[in-house]
């Protein structure tokens, strides 16, 4: 039995497949219509989610199957004090596949290893989304081409913005990828990801704070909400949420073809003006989100459809 808690939990080889499959899927939705048949996927949300959940949902009834799970911890025995491991230990008897989000790192791999299905890690903490990566990728590998030579912006919350981190974890194993990390200095990247990730794969990265001086040389811009959710106290997340936003008069200085992508939920970081350039790659990416989702619920069902 197989679990995602990190985007390096596939090798590149298996995300090449993945995409592979994302893009037939795409193609040919009919094809896959009843691999699920039969299937059960859980979606235990401790954390607030639109699009994770929704396209979770989306993906498994896309393949035939059928979904359960609650949408808040509130919503659960959680408020009652049951712990993680003894949900997953219940929901492995109902379900045959689950999706956690916990706000508190490593909830999702705790649950992995007393569950009896598989675990994919939704989102934990300010830690990883390796689903939001899955998706990530595919998106530029679907729209640019290719995952090597690539000079890739990352502006915003650096620091606590967990689908930044699982990326940078995710393309450090391509050729030719240089990234610039835009951010304010108190929402620069962790440590970890700067020394054990960038610095030990000996990948060339700068760190900087302007969003104009960098907008010109980026094949990619990667931008991202500051996390409200995270921050300890209301007067550092008010000075800092308005720190960058994407606007027409920004979209001026950056290349024709530069794409522009976020995660999303969206708050002011890009302007309105900005989604109806052709550069502005967002929504599609969410889009991708389903066929991502549905690539790896089949892959890790070991679910093949000839
Ligand atoms: N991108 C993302 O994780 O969005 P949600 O928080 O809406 O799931």
Redesign the pocket.
């Given at each position: 039995m197989r679990h995602l808690m990190s985007p390096l939990d596939f090798s590149v080889e298996e995300l090449e497949q993945l995409m592979n499959l994302a893009n037939d899927i795409e193609r040919n939705p009919k094809k896959y219509a009843h691999a699920c048949d039969g299937k059960i996927l859980a979606t235990l949300f401790y954390?607030?989610?639109?699009?994770?959940?929704?396209?979770f949902e989306s993906a498994m009834i896309r393949l035939g199957g059928k979904c359960l799970g609650f949408a808040s911890a509130d919503n659960s025995s959680a408020a009652k004090g049951e712990s993680v491991s003894d949900t997953i230990r219940i929901v492995s008897c109902y379900a045959d596949i689950c999706a956690m989000?916990h706000p508190k790192e490593g909830a999702p791999l705790v649950a992995s290893l007393v569950s009896g299905i598989p675990v994919i890690n939704?989102?934990d903490g300010g830690h990883q989304?390796p689903t939001?990566t899955l998706?990530d990728l595919l998106t530029i590998h679907s729209m640019k081409g290719r995952l090597n030579n690539l000079t890739i912006g990352l502006c915003g919350d650096l620091k606590f913005g967990r689908?930044v981190h699982s990326l940078i974890s995710a393309l450090v194993r391509y050729e030719g990828i240089r990234f610039v990390l835009i951010s304010p200095d108190e929402l620069r990247v962790p440590d970890y990801i700067r020394n054990d990730v960038l610095k030990a794969n000996h990948v060339e990265f700068e760190e900087v704070t302007k969003l104009e001086d960098a907008l010109p040389n980026l094949d990619l811009l990667y931008m991202t909400r500051v996390q409200k959710e995270r921050f300890f106290n209301e007067e550092d997340y008010v000075r800092m949420k308005d720190f960058y936003i994407l606007d027409k008069s920004k979209m001026d200085l950056a290349k024709p073809d530069m794409l522009v992508l976020h995660?999303?939920?969206r708050v002011n970081e890009i302007s309105v003006e900005v989604d109806n350039d052709p550069r502005a790659a967002y929504f599609k990416q969410?889009q991708y989100?389903v066929y991502a989702r549905m690539a790896l619920i089949l892959t890790l069902l070991g679910i093949e459809v000839q």
């Open positions: 954390e607030p989610s639109t699009r994770t959940r929704l396209s989000r939704a989102g989304h939001q998706t689908t995660p999303l939920p969410a989100g």
